[in-house]
């Protein structure tokens, strides 16, 4: 006889970054959702994206299995929230007075050329910017302007702008608190430098196998999991080895 007394177990919550982390494989992915279905009861499934939520409905729409729908989306290098399809107005209201406009002409001005504007919000500014020096550059002009941000690198040239206090590790753990899961139950996923953030909020870390050098260069050995699988395998994979998913028959 069950006890109705008894302390529920803890969900477990996997938060991962969709491109070439969950996509990159159609077939490793509609594997990872059919496992992810049928742990329903204990696992709960988000994603956290770079790109705003206006670029990443059409990779759900049309890339993702139709068993595979995110309880929760993080967009926007964590400035956006929303949950069960509902953005979170009272997140993003907090970074309302960020100055977008100003960083934008400020880095236009240096000659940096924009990312397309699908990839630009009031809360985070996009472009590429090449090389060490022109970065660096970048960042000194930013500071001496009097603007408060971060600055999240990845890649050979993407140079995004969000404001202090954003990030996709604050958005981790927003979510995190609001499923009700501890450091012990949540796991991230990601492949790529500005995934980096997002690792520094949980225990549990999945680099798939096609990870960029960049990320697993800047993870302390043994910090994280480094799947041997790539993409959505890789996932499911690093959900078996933390205990999140059951394991092969």
């Given at each position: ?104 002409e400020l880095l236009t001005g240096l ?8 990839y630009q919000t009031a ?127």
């Amino acid at each position: 006889m069950s006890n109705p007394t008894a302390p529920q177990a803890l969900p477990w919550l996997l938060i991962s970054d969709i491109d070439e982390t969950l996509t990159g494989d159609p077939e490793a992915l509609i594997d990872l959702a059919n496992a992810i279905e049928h742990a329903s009861d204990r696992l709960i499934f988000a994603v956290n994206s770079s790109r705003p939520a206006v670029s990443v409905a059409p990779t759900l729409a049309n890339e993702f299995p139709a068993n595979l729908v995110p309880a929760a989306q993080i967009t926007a290098l964590g400035t956006e929230i929303s949950i069960d399809g509902n953005k979170l107005a009272t997140w993003r209201s907090q970074f309302s007075n960020w100055p977008h406009r100003k960083v934008f002409e400020l880095l236009t001005g240096l000659g940096h050329v924009p990312h397309d504007p699908v990839y630009q919000t009031a809360q985070k500014v996009s472009f590429a910017i090449r090389g060490e020096r022109s970065q660096i550059a970048a960042r000194r002009a930013l500071s001496d302007a009097g603007i408060e941000c971060r600055i999240i690198v990845s890649g050979d040239d993407d140079f995004d702008v969000i404001p202090t206090g954003a990030g996709k590790a604050a958005a981790t753990r927003f979510l995190a608190a609001h499923f009700g899961t501890d450091l012990s139950h949540l796991v991230v996923a990601g492949d790529s430098g500005n995934d980096l953030d997002m690792f520094q909020a949980a225990r549990h870390r999945i680099a798939v196998g096609n990870a960029r050098k960049e990320l697993i260069d800047a993870l302390e050995p043994g910090s994280f999991y480094h799947a041997r699988n790539a993409h959505a395998a890789g996932v499911r994979e690093g959900l078996v080895h933390f205990g999140a998913l059951p394991g092969p028959d």
